[in-house]
T-cell receptor, first 112, second 110 residues
């Protein structure tokens, strides 16, 4: 990936468990966004966190951002089988236009 | 709510042919982006338009061109297609920060 890596590359959990995915990036950013992609389908925007924010919540999602470590994490609580998908982080770079640079994605499988 | 519309959803072409992909952004969004996602890859930025003017260029091959029209829809033109152009092509639009993606066009080059 041009911007960074996601960790783990694949994650398999049981329904009801929490899933944590991590993302690292290389440059200074304006914001970081998380997207979900079901197999071969479109990218669904989940949450955006700005560079001056440290934590954000949306429903069962919790995102943290540590700009000193250039990393972010996405926590999905009480996972469901329908959460099975690939999850990508994407950043917009400081001082640049608004195009997104994606991480390599985590494939999450939630087993019923 | 209206979403980003892309057409066609699937396209099969042969090597050296041309293809045109269309994107209709969410109404009132001022920026359109094109991304390419190869099999098992993360999406890669190709090109963007702000208020109908090209605003940024990424890893777009010279064989590809794009434009945004007066009604804000955008087209990605791909010529001399190669096998490696087989991918999902996404269009996204935004007004401020959040980019909303269309369902993508799956291009297969034989």
């Amino acid at each position: 990936s041009q911007q960074g890596e996601e960790d783990p590359q694949a994650l398999s959990i049981q329904e009801g468990e929490n899933a944590t995915m991590n993302c690292s990036y290389k440059t200074s950013i304006n914001n970081l966004q998380w997207y979900r992609q079901n197999s071969g389908r479109g990218l669904v925007h989940l949450i955006l966190i700005r560079s001056n924010e440290r934590e954000k919540h949306s429903g069962r999602l919790r995102v943290t951002l540590d700009t000193s470590k250039k990393s972010s994490s996405l926590l999905i609580t009480a996972s469901r089988a329908a959460d099975t998908a690939s999850y990508f982080c994407a950043t917009t770079v400081s001082g640049s236009a608004r195009q997104l640079t994606f991480g390599s994605g985590t494939q999450l499988t939630v087993l019923p | 709510a209206a979403g980003v519309i892309q057409s066609p959803r699937h396209l099969i072409k042969e090597k050296r042919e041309t293809a045109t992909l269309k994107c209709y952004p969410i109404p009132r969004h001022d920026t359109v982006y094109w991304y390419q996602q190869g099999p098992g890859q993360d999406p890669q930025f190709l090109i963007s338009f702000y208020e109908k003017m090209q605003s940024d260029k990424g890893s777009i091959p010279d064989r590809f061109s794009a434009q945004q029209f007066s009604d804000y829809h955008s087209e990605l033109n791909m010529s001399s297609l190669e096998l490696g152009d087989s991918a999902l092509y996404f269009c996204a639009s935004s007004l401020i920060e959040t980019q909303y993606f269309g369902p993508g066009t799956r291009l297969l080059v034989l």
